[in-house]
T-cell receptor, first 113, second 118 residues
Framework: DTAVSQTPKYLVTQMGNDKSIKCEQN?????MYWYKQDSKKFLKIMFS???????INETVPNRFSPKSPDKAHLNLHINSLELGDSAVYFC????????????FGQGTRLTVV | AQKVTQAQTEISVVEKEDVTLDCVYE???????LFWYKQPPSGELVFLIR??????QNEISGRYSWNFQKSTSSFNFTITASQVVDSAVYFC???????????????FGTGTQLKVEL
């Protein structure tokens, strides 16, 4: 029944590793997002995909690469992890062309040690 | 550029008190949407309300009410008779009406941590 689901919920990894976070939505939405929440709780958009097409790419290091195999999935791959990448990453979805709110996943707490 | 300001970093109240969370926004768009989200200690983001810029009617939902004033660019949130379960971080957010390019993104305020104590 979960509308937007992310895995894993917690991720602890060493500097320099590569990791992925997966996201799936079953709401039939055509737009998906990745937001980053830093240690001060500030939420900022990273990427947005509409029907598998990248439409928002904020100033994010190119170590971060989103991939959308279909409009129900948006994964986030991070190469060469750094300490500063530690944060909570939220996936979200909405329907473009409407004024609907974005529905968020549970978040993935990434800790880089 | 869009900006959302939540000047109150943290508010502490005693249960049953009323509390208002302030939100002031900046945008050059004439049509836009405003939102409030709740983030309880468990960490998820819970949608509370959406308001269109062309609809200035205030809204009440149970103990929650929202006061939208376009003239002052504010969208304040009041919890009446607060309860311990209201303890959370509350975010105000703004989205432009324009749907092309980056039009779908939410710009969040920095959040207000509300602590409701017995």
């Amino acid at each position: 029944d979960t509308a937007v689901s992310q895995t894993p919920k917690y991720l602890v990894t060493q500097m320099g590793n590569d990791k992925s976070i997966k996201c799936e939505q079953n709401l039939g939405h055509d737009t998906m997002y990745w937001y980053k929440q830093d240690s001060k709780k500030f939420l900022k958009i990273m990427f947005s995909y509409n029907n598998k097409e990248l439409i928002i790419n904020e100033t994010v290091p190119n170590r971060f690469s989103p991939k959308s195999p279909d409009k129900a999935h948006l994964n986030l791959h991070i190469n060469s992890l750094e300490l500063g990448d530690s944060a909570v990453y939220f996936c979200a979805s909405s329907q473009r062309g409407t004024n609907t709110e974005a529905f968020f996943g549970q978040g993935t707490r990434l800790t880089v040690v | 550029a869009q900006k959302v300001t939540q000047a109150q970093t943290e508010i502490s109240v005693v249960e049953k008190e009323d509390v208002t969370l302030d939100c002031v926004y900046e945008t050059r768009d004439t049509t836009y949407y405003l939102f409030w989200y709740k983030q309880p200690p468990s960490g998820e983001l819970v949608f509370l309300i959406r308001r269109n810029s062309f609809d200035e009617q205030n809204e009440i939902s149970g103990r929650y009410s929202w006061n939208f004033q376009k003239s002052t660019s504010s969208f304040n949130f009041t919890i009446t008779a607060s309860q311990v379960v209201d303890s959370a971080v509350y975010f105000c957010a703004l989205k432009p009406y324009i749907l092309t390019g980056g039009g779908n993104k939410l710009t969040f305020g920095t959040g207000t941590q509300l602590k409701v104590e017995l």
